[in-house]
């Protein structure tokens, strides 16, 4: 399989997709952790073509239109269907190209926000990024690596209130990407600025035994994980 953090050659640059899903651009600790994390992968593993979905701004959610459009076969698509679909299938070649996706995410009303679920419904089309089969639905999306960040206030993730990460684990699982490393700084209201630094300690170690050389860090998997 195709492995995203072994490129072919040391200057072939990984394409980073990173989506920010916090409402707040001023003091976002998933905002935080999504830029160290970016960071680090272009200064330790390899050079970074990156490309950013901020969804700050809320992405559009799906409406009879789009669906109409989604259930047409392509080659009789009206131009009206056609500009239905235009923003998905922007968001979706953009996740089909990207060798490493980065969200970050809060946790709100202990789920994700709205925007990111918005932005899944944007990105999960049959036909392009799963399919169905006389197996059941597939993947297309394989041979990828995603890492989560989430911020929560109150709630532990991967605890039984967390509805965010075992969604967003299913639902990239369901597209074919099942290499997700979920890392948290949660619990921010009673752990505060420790569950930030504890994150980002993560974030070091799940990329870093670190190598001068870019080469010898990106062939390790273990870097990784
Ligand atoms: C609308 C809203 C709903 C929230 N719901 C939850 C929640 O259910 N559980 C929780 O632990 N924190 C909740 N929080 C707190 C955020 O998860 C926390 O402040 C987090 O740090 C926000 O991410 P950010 O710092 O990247 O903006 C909520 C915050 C907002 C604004």
Redesign the pocket.
């Given at each position: 399989m195709h492995n995203p953090i072994a490129p072919a050659s040391e200057t072939t640059p990984l394409t980073v997709l990173r989506i920010d899903a916090?409402?707040?651009s001023n003091?976002?600790?998933?905002?935080q952790l999504a830029d160290h994390l970016v960071d680090q992968l272009g200064r330790n593993v390899a050079p970074i073509h990156l490309v950013q979905r901020d969804l700050r701004d809320n992405p559009p959610l799906l409406d009879e239109a789009w669906v109409g459009a989604n259930f047409t076969d392509p080659a009789q698509r009206t131009e009206a269907q056609r500009q239905a679909l235009s923003l998905s299938d922007t968001w979706v070649s953009e996740l089909m190209a990207a060798d490493i996706l980065v969200i970050?995410?809060?946790?709100?009303?202990?789920s994700v926000p709205a925007a990111l679920k918005a932005w899944i419904d944007q990105v999960t089309r049959a036909r392009l990024t799963f399919q169905y089969t006389e197996h059941g639905p597939k993947g297309l999306l394989s041979g990828k690596k995603a890492y989560v960040l989430v911020?929560?206030?109150?709630?532990p993730v991967g605890g039984e209130?967390d509805f965010a990460t075992p969604w967003l684990r299913f639902i990239l699982g369901f597209l074919g990407i099942t290499d997700v490393t979920v890392i948290a700084?949660?619990?921010?209201?009673a752990r505060g600025n420790e569950a930030r630094q504890a994150a980002l300690e993560q974030i070091n170690h799940s990329l870093v035994r670190h190598s001068p050389s870019p080469a010898h860090a990106i062939h390790d998997a273990s870097l990784i994980h």
């Open positions: 916090s409402a707040r003091g976002s600790v998933s905002r970050a995410t809060p946790i709100y009303n202990f911020a929560s206030g109150g709630t209130m700084a949660d619990r921010g209201m």
